[in-house]
C-alpha cells in the first residue's frame, strides 16, 4: 500500500482503506504478496533483540569492570546507547535487503538470495545504504527508554 503513491498515477491502485487493500493484494496478487519482505523482516528483529540484549548487557559488564563507571543512569544510558548502535550496524544490510524486496516490482529478484547477489553488486558498502540517516531516526537510542524528541 506504502507502493502505490511512488508508481505513475494510471497504475496506482489507489486503496481505499487497509482492509480494502488487504482483500485486493489478495485477489490481484496472490496472498503470498501479503509476506514479501517478511524473511528478512524476521530475521532483523532477531538480529535486533541480539544486538541490543546480548550487547547492552556485555557493555555494561565491561564498564562496570574498569572501575571508571558506577551502576548509575550514565552507565545505562552509555552501555543503551552502544548497544543500540551495534544493533543497528547489525541489522542495516538486512533492512536494505526487506526494503528492497518490499520495493520490488514483480518477478524482480527471483529470492532473497537474488536481492543479496543484486545489491552486493554495489560493493560492500550498498548494503549500509542510509546508515547514518537510520541511526538519527533513533534505532541507536531505541534500548534507552529515553524518549527521541
Do not use: W
Not at 540484549?53 to 552509555?78: R, V
Amino acid at each position: 500500500m506504502q507502493h502505490d503513491i511512488k508508481l505513475p498515477p494510471e497504475q496506482r491502485r489507489n486503496y481505499k482503506h487497509a482492509i480494502d487493500g488487504f482483500v485486493r493484494v489478495i485477489k490481484e496478487d496472490g496472498a503470498a504478496k501479503l509476506f514479501s519482505g517478511a524473511s528478512t523482516a524476521s530475521t532483523r528483529g532477531g538480529m535486533m533483540t541480539i544486538g541490543q540484549l546480548s550487547f547492552y548487557d556485555q557493555i555494561k559488564l565491561t564498564l562496570l569492570g574498569t572501575g571508571l563507571f558506577n551502576d548509575n543512569i550514565s552507565t545505562h544510558f552509555t552501555a543503551s546507547a552502544s548497544a543500540g548502535a551495534i544493533s543497528t550496524f547489525l541489522t542495516q544490510p538486512l533492512d536494505v535487503l526487506k526494503t528492497r524486496l518490499m520495493n520490488a516490482k514483480p518477478g524482480e529478484y527471483k529470492s532473497v538470495f537474488d536481492c543479496i547477489r543484486v545489491t552486493s553488486k554495489g560493493g560492500p558498502l550498498a548494503f549500509y545504504k542510509g546508515f547514518f540517516a537510520r541511526s538519527d531516526q533513533g534505532d541507536a537510542y531505541d534500548h534507552t527508554g529515553v524518549p527521541v524528541l
